[in-house]
């Protein structure tokens, strides 16, 4: 009887701060953000005094912009429960930053070095106070752009910078049956389709494009690429046809810089991408830096490179890890120099780095 007692008994499962902790990572993984911050709160709550938590949630909330709260919880695990919890200072400077309260984040960054000087944060902290103290408004006004990615088209765009074509193309075509009349992001979808080699679909879309009433210049650009990748005669003829363009518009613009970089363009791709950056309220996320870097590092201008690919580095947040490749990729090319490759240009670790990594 006690045998069959004990079966019939249910064994709770034990849903503790850990728990939640863990379910809250894997959203923030796939970009479940809001999910994350859920997950996370509970496991907060459960567990209030668990400075790794408390942390966890602050990036989480700066992830979604919400500096000012993330700071309220890096504070409280300062002041009641880790003061030792020395990257604490770090990512608060860097909302600091992102909130324009530039006197304050070096006050933090100091901090964070006195304590940590060669701590994991070490050269970050260092770069982005060099920035603060160096660039001043300039700062202020790139950080301004760089508001988290909220629109639907902002985040393909995001996708397909980050080389993350399938998602690209997920996202393009949900946004397409809702929308069918947003022609660009039918570019963005053939671009999608490009890189994951299905280049027939790709060709399709874009022909429907150009044969509209008012041609896709989007559509335009790519086909161009497309052209030129594969090698047929009339390549330099649509190179040609783009090539001394000025549009009015900064994304057509930015479009026809990627679309001159891998055309071989290279110092028409540099000289557009300066346009942007010099003069023009255009979004100047790390990805456009990193590029602005690698269009300088083509035409032979390494030390502006550099200054771009720290720029970068600064500027991520989430993954400065990109940047620290390609600065250590420039720094050993200056004595071979070698010239970086097109795929470069797309803002994630190049494959062989990750390959020697493993």
């Not at 019939?8 to 503790?16: A, E, L, N, R």
């Not at 996370?40 to 790794?52: K, M, S, Y």
């Not at 995001?158 to 009349?181: F, M, P, Q, T, V």
């Not at 479009?255 to 001159?260: N, V």
Request: one cysteine or more; a negative charge.
């Amino acid at each position: 009887m006690n045998q069959e007692k004990k079966k019939g008994q249910i064994i709770p499962f034990m849903q503790d701060g850990a728990y939640f902790y863990k379910k809250g990572i894997e959203a923030y993984q796939n970009r479940q953000v809001d999910q994350a911050v859920h997950y996370i709160q509970r496991a907060v709550r459960l567990d209030p005094e668990e400075p790794v938590f408390l942390c966890q949630l602050a990036i989480v909330l700066a992830e979604k912009g919400e500096f000012e709260k993330a700071n309220d919880w890096l504070e409280k695990v300062i002041n009641e429960v880790d003061e030792t919890m020395s990257e604490c200072y770090f990512f608060m400077a860097n909302n600091l930053a992102h909130l324009g309260h530039f006197e304050l984040a070096k006050l933090r960054l100091k901090k964070y070095l006195k304590m940590e000087p060669d701590g994991e944060f070490a050269e970050d902290a260092q770069s982005l106070l060099y920035m603060i103290e160096e660039e001043g408004e300039d700062l202020e006004d790139e950080l301004d752009e760089l508001d988290p990615v909220s629109t639907p088209l902002e985040k393909i765009a995001d996708y397909l910078n980050k080389g993350n074509y399938e998602w690209a193309e997920k996202e393009a075509r949900g946004y397409i049956l809702e929308h069918s009349k947003e022609w660009d992001v039918y570019a963005y979808l053939a671009e999608s389709l490009m890189n994951q080699g299905k280049i027939e679909e790709a060709r399709s879309i874009l022909k429907d494009l150009l044969i509209k009433e008012d041609p896709n210049f989007l559509a335009q650009c790519l086909m161009t690429v497309l052209i030129k990748k594969n090698g047929e005669q009339e390549s330099q003829l649509w190179i040609n046809n783009l090539k001394d363009l000025r549009p009015m518009k900064d994304w057509h613009t930015y479009y026809l810089a990627k679309t001159m970089f891998f055309v071989g363009e290279y110092e028409v791709s540099y000289k557009l991408l300066q346009r942007l950056y010099r003069g023009s309220d255009f979004r100047k996320t790390p990805a456009f830096f990193h590029q602005l870097g690698i269009a300088a590092w083509k035409n032979g201008h390494t030390e502006k490179a550099q200054r771009h690919f720290e720029k970068a580095r600064a500027l991520d947040f989430h993954d400065d890890s990109i940047a620290a490749v390609y600065l250590d990729l420039l720094s050993s090319s200056l004595e071979k120099g070698t010239s970086p490759e097109n795929e470069w240009f797309i803002y994630s670790e190049p494959e062989r780095i990750l390959e020697s990594i493993e």
